[in-house]
């Protein structure tokens, strides 16, 4: 495997929950990645970064998702997570998980996540 792999999206109504998860790659010994995390696509907008995570578990979230996202790791399975709490509409997007900086040729396909009533 030698790119994110992303699941757990769905459609979601305003206020509930989801925990997206990333299977991340086996990097060789070039690449020795400090941070990861977890990005968003809108339609019309950018790709931005909305949370991530440090080897040594230290977080950083963007404003919009602070308190309500929470981003996390098992180191033993290769795996990040996202719990999403309190969705807004505002979050619907595609979710991609990378390092940060993020790395081209890594990026997988996304989940998409609709918070809709």
């Known amino acids: 495997q030698v790119r994110f792999v992303e699941s757990g999206g769905g459609l979601v109504q305003p206020g509930g929950s989801l925990r997206l998860s990333c299977a991340a790659p086996?990097?060789?010994?070039?690449?020795?990645?400090?941070?990861m995390g977890w990005y968003r696509q809108a339609p019309g907008k950018q790709r931005e970064l909305v949370a991530r995570?440090?080897?040594?578990?230290?977080?950083n979230y963007a404003d919009s998702v602070k308190d309500r996202f929470t981003i996390s790791t098992d180191n033993a399975k290769n795996t990040m997570y996202l719990q999403m709490n309190s969705l807004k509409p505002e979050d619907t997007a595609v979710y991609y998980c990378?390092?940060?900086?993020?790395?081209?040729?890594?990026w997988g396909q996304g989940t998409q996540v609709t918070v809709s009533s």
């Open positions: 086996r990097t060789s010994g070039s690449i020795s990645p400090y941070w």
């Open positions: 990378n390092f940060s900086p993020s790395l081209d040729g890594y």
């Open positions: 995570v440090s080897l040594g578990g230290n977080t």
